[in-house]
C-alpha cells in the first residue's frame, strides 16, 4: 500500500505565498513523477505543475513565474511553492505520485486534496 498525504493549504491574501508539501510512503520502489493538480469550484481538474524523477519541470501557463515545483528523492516529497498567489488560484490541490512498487507495478496514487484560498 502506498499513501500519499499533503499539507501546507490555508487562506492567504492576494499576492501572498503558501507551500505546500506532499509525502508518499509505504511500498515504493521507485517514484517517476509527482505532480500538482488543482480543482477550483464548478471547474475540471487542471494540471498545475508536474516534475520528474530527474527534475524535469512542466506548468500550466497561467502558474508560469509564479509557482515552483521541487522534489526531495530521498523522501519522497514533492513542493509546490506559490507565490504572487491570485483569488483565481483558489482550489483545492492534489498530489499526484506515479508509484513502481516492489513487485515492479505502476500505480498513480493521489492525496486527499488540500484547500487553498486566496482571498482579494
Known amino acids: 500500500q502506498v499513501q500519499v498525504v499533503e499539507s501546507g493549504g490555508g487562506l492567504v491574501q492576494a499576492g501572498g505565498s503558501l507551500r505546500l508539501s506532499c509525502a508518499a510512503s509505504?511500498?515504493?520502489?521507485?517514484?517517476?513523477?509527482m505532480a500538482w493538480y488543482r480543482r477550483a469550484p464548478g471547474k475540471q481538474r487542471e494540471l498545475v505543475a508536474i516534475?520528474?524523477?530527474?527534475?524535469?519541470?512542466d506548468y500550466a501557463d497561467s502558474v508560469k513565474g509564479r509557482f515552483t515545483i521541487s522534489r526531495d528523492n530521498a523522501k519522497n516529497t514533492v513542493y509546490l511553492q506559490m507565490n504572487s498567489l491570485k483569488p483565481e488560484d483558489t482550489a483545492v490541490y492534489y498530489c499526484n505520485a506515479a508509484v513502481t512498487n516492489y513487485r515492479f507495478l505502476k500505480y498513480n496514487y493521489w492525496g486527499q486534496g488540500t484547500q487553498v484560498t486566496v482571498s482579494s
Open positions: 516534475i520528474t524523477s530527474g527534475r524535469g519541470t
Open positions: 509505504g511500498s515504493i520502489f521507485s517514484i517517476d513523477s
